[in-house]
């Protein structure tokens, strides 16, 4: 019964969940960006030049996972196989057969086959096209969607923590800790932190891990000021007061009875952190200092576009791609801040939330 209790949502937590499945726009953003996320998480069994699964001589073979010489399909080259040549896909299908995915290319596979120059138009190959280099333009959307969502995924995370951290801190001590902490943060949020990427881009090699780092350091002043105002509220209601003169430690009236509250107004702020996130690394890749070259970024299609305007397929994609992403976590976005928002009318006949 316990863990029953502990599952059960409350009678504001149910009214808030109601109201945001009340926002039709924000329940279809919801279902097609999870279905979106779904469908890119495993791309490479979606958009790969390995195949699935190879039959061969009897024998189960799993490329996806291992790495198999060509001398194991009968060639002659000690060196991992290389699936999408002709020589070796007519190897395995003369004592067996494989399974490819749906888009027979990688982020990084480059067609050689191509029967018009690169950048190549849409066609029954390449459903987007190719870019410049001969690869396949829906792969590396694929490929790049994942890879922006998850990157800004951990930066909001990153964000979220010290942003947390740092506002209970200020609002719940008041003071000195808060006077001292509100002229270091305005320091900090004075320096331009596209920049501070550009410069730092152009001294060490850039990777997903150094620009989430750098990012996170300047991402979390946006949630400061709202935790920060929340602690400053609670910090003087009598539950609290009550709490503290009972004797329970300041780490736990933090945790247990002001943070719940502060998380509510942080919870609708957090999509916009990720919206953010993902123009930031778009704008970088496509000035070109963000991640290392090559890499499936929607910003280095975005340049892609710029660059070969006689492609309009290419700017025609990133536009879409970019354009249905940031929709998408906005309109979320807006559901949630309406579900939390108190002066929100959340019931209605219909259960619908009203605006």
Do not use: C
Not at 88 to 101: E, K, M, T, Y
Not at 179 to 200: D, Y
Not at 327 to 348: N, Q, T
Request: no cysteine; glycine share 8%.
């Amino acid at each position: 019964m316990a863990n029953i209790s502990f599952f059960r949502l409350s009678p504001l937590m149910r009214r808030r969940l109601d109201a945001f499945r009340g926002n039709r726009r924000a329940m279809v953003a919801s279902a097609l960006f999870l279905a979106l996320l779904l469908v890119t998480l495993p791309a490479e069994m979606i958009a790969n030049d390995t195949p699935l699964v190879v039959r061969f001589d009897g024998q189960w073979y799993w490329p996806l996972f291992v790495d198999y010489p060509e001398t194991a399909f009968g060639g002659f080259l000690p060196t991992t196989a290389l699936y999408s040549d002709p020589a070796v896909q007519a190897l395995i299908h003369a004592r067996g057969w494989l399974i490819q995915p749906p888009i027979p290319f990688s982020w990084q596979s480059i067609d050689m086959a191509l029967d018009t120059p690169a950048p190549s138009p849409p066609s029954l190959a390449h459903w987007l096209g190719t870019d410049d280099q001969g690869r396949d333009v829906l792969a590396r959307v694929i490929h790049g969607f994942r890879l922006s969502v998850l990157f800004a995924g951990l930066v909001t995370l990153g964000s979220v923590l010290i942003g947390v951290i740092v506002g209970a801190v200020q609002g719940y001590f008041g003071g000195r800790v808060d006077l001292v902490g509100q002229r270091v943060i305005e320091l900090w949020a004075g320096l331009p932190m596209l920049f501070i990427l550009i410069i730092l881009s152009s001294l060490v090699v850039p990777s997903v891990w150094w620009l989430a780092l750098i990012m996170i350091a300047f991402s979390w002043l946006g949630l400061v000021d709202i935790v920060r105002a929340e602690f400053l509220r609670a910090r003087n209601l009598d539950y609290v007061r009550a709490a503290r003169a009972m004797g329970l430690p300041a780490r736990l009236i933090m945790w247990r009875h002001v943070l719940p509250n502060a998380m509510v107004s942080t919870l609708t702020f957090l999509p916009f952190i990720f919206t953010g996130a993902i123009t930031t690394l778009t704008a970088l890749d496509f000035l070109g200092f963000g991640l290392p070259p090559g890499s499936p970024s929607l910003g280095e299609l975005v340049a892609q576009g710029k660059n070969n305007l006689q492609a309009p397929w290419l700017g025609l994609t990133a536009f879409m791609t970019l354009a249905v992403l940031l929709s998408l976590l906005i309109f979320i976005g807006e559901g949630l801040r309406d579900a939390f928002d108190p002066r929100h009318a959340v019931l209605s006949v219909g259960g619908r939330a009203s605006s």
